[in-house]
């Protein structure tokens, strides 16, 4: 595992650091990994500062207006399904621009459309299953005393807002590798979080919240659905997606680029956690 500073890291922390890196060590492009893990090295302060947000906020029952600003905000850093189709539209867009000239470029520029296709199909539910908006409701309603009002743009941080604006705007009006940048950094980083969060949650649940074990169950699938190897997965596909992409359209990888994305999401992530963990 990599060496942080010296102040002894929370077993969240630890925990966060250790999914992080068996996510990442999927990336084939040795170069690029390199960068993800030095990234990951220098946002240190950053990963403690998501991971003590969280154990704190999974401490106690802090009065509902808070309660709902978390699930406000929260959502908005890693709801992002639309964007990565709309990076995939792009990438098809620009297929069929060249595949008159150069069919077998076109080709690997659409496969990249479809590994990021892989990337949303739980979210989006193509499978049958409940679309994960509607599992984040449920747990978000449940653990803010049985209403929605969570869901009114009030209760968002604008820290969060300027997060998902940000990853928007970088898989939607940015060069497409951008995009595909910011999807390692965040298919990767999820895995981590949802991991760390998994016990913590489950803990709150029962201990705080007062939910017998099949509600608790119940209410937290949208955490579980995304545990045991879904995002992991999810990176693997933004890896291919990026590979096929560069094979499709000539693309270099641009490692100060990637350095650069991968850096701003976590200080961005942390602004969120920190702007929430103000609160209690
Ligand atoms: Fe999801
Ligand atoms: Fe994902």
Redesign the pocket.
């Known amino acids: 595992m990599i060496a942080i500073d010296c102040k002894v890291p929370s077993k969240a922390e630890t925990a966060m650091f250790v999914e992080m890196e068996d996510a990442f060590s999927q990336l084939e492009h040795l170069p690029l990994r390199g960068v993800l893990l030095d990234s990951l090295r220098s946002e240190s302060e950053s990963v403690r500062a998501i991971s003590e947000s969280f154990v704190h906020f999974l401490r106690a029952k802090h009065p509902v207006e808070v309660r709902r600003k978390f699930f406000a905000s929260w959502q908005r850093t890693n709801n992002s399904a639309m964007s990565v189709e709309g990076l995939a539209n792009r990438i098809t867009k620009q297929a069929e621009e060249t595949s008159n000239a150069d069919a077998g470029r076109a080709l690997s520029m659409f496969r990249s459309a479809g590994r990021l296709n892989r990337?949303a199909d739980e979210d989006l539910g193509v499978g049958g299953q409940l679309q994960h908006f509607e599992l984040y409701y449920r747990m978000a309603t449940e653990f803010t005393d049985h209403d929605d009002l969570w869901q009114s743009r009030q209760y968002c941080l604008n820290s969060a807002k300027e997060f998902k604006s940000w990853l928007d705007l970088s898989r939607l009006r940015d060069p497409i590798t951008t995009g595909l940048f910011s999807l390692l950094v965040h298919?990767g980083y999820?895995h981590a979080e949802l991991e760390m969060i998994a016990p913590l949650f489950g803990t709150w649940a029962a201990d705080v919240m007062g939910l017998s074990p099949k509600e608790a169950r119940k209410v937290l699938a949208w955490i579980t659905v995304h545990n045991g190897g879904t995002?992991k997965s999810?990176f693997a596909h933004s890896c291919a997606a990026l590979s096929h992409y560069c094979e499709g359209s000539g693309s270099e990888v641009d490692l100060a680029v990637a350095g650069e994305i991968f850096r701003s999401y976590l200080q961005r992530k942390a602004a969120v956690m920190k702007e929430l963990h103000e609160l209690f």
């Open positions: 990337v298919e999820t995002e999810h």
